[in-house]
């Protein structure tokens, strides 16, 4: 038969055995941020008229980063025009996506408690600057018209939204003055491109540009009397 000191010591074992088991952290609850990102780029006639706008809030792969103060803790690229990051702690963030130099657009602070972030703010990439790609909406060859205020060294390119190089189409030292330049549709290494959007891009020391380019696939041949 046990001793009352044996059960009392039985008791106080027991008890520090659950109050251990209760101390014991469990994990982290993780939450996610979900928002979307428009696209803005000008239409123009194959006579380089101005034609409006195209806004765009369904576009694929646009590549957007997460940022946790100065540090960038998250890529992704959008899907139907929505960017998505999961297994967040609690904690500010911000979105960001870039064009190129200081055409890009970061969301307001995002702040993650006890929930997750729906619809958060808008991320918003819009054509800037003297770069006028036309026809656009393009098929075959696009011609680039830009202007020149001073003489020199440029650099006109063609990106994916996003951001990877698809095609140099001028690195050169230039006069004042327009100039113009062609794309034919196809990379770097002569292969035809098969997306829908592109960038136009002219850097010049501090002067950075950019114009959304809309592409569109080879008509299919029609015959007489079509």
């Known amino acids: 038969m046990r001793s009352p000191w044996t059960r009392w010591c039985m008791v ?36 380089g008229a101005y034609a409006g706008t195209r806004v765009l809030g369904d576009a694929d792969g646009v590549t957007v980063e997460l940022l946790h103060g100065s540090e960038v803790v998250g890529l ?23 064009v190129i130099g200081d055409i890009a657009d970061r969301t307001t602070q995002m702040v993650i408690a006890v929930s997750d972030v729906v619809a958060a703010d808008t991320l918003r990439l819009a054509s800037r600057g ?31 939204v996003g951001g990877s190089a698809v095609k140099n189409l001028l690195t050169l030292e230039i ?10 549709g196809r990379d770097q290494r002569g292969r035809p491109v098969t997306g829908s959007l592109y960038w136009v891009t002219f850097v010049a020391g501090n002067d950075v540009r ?11 041949p029609q015959g007489p009397g079509s």
């Open 12 to 47: 106080l074992g027991l008890s520090s055995l659950v109050a251990c088991s209760r101390e014991q952290p469990s994990a982290p609850r993780l939450y996610s941020i979900t928002g979307h990102l428009r696209l803005t780029g000008t239409v123009v006639d194959s006579n």
């Open 76 to 98: 992704t690229t959008t899907v139907d025009g929505i960017y998505r990051f999961s297994g967040l702690r609690p904690g500010d963030y911000r979105a960001r996506s870039r």
């Open 130 to 160: 003297d770069l006028l790609p036309f026809p656009n909406p393009s098929v075959d060859t696009t011609e680039v018209s830009f202007v020149a205020p001073d003489t020199m060294w440029v650099d006109v390119n063609i990106i994916d």
């Open 175 to 184: 006069l004042p003055g327009r100039h113009t330049v062609f794309w034919n």
């Open 210 to 220: 950019a114009s959304l380019l809309f592409r569109q696939g080879t008509p299919s």
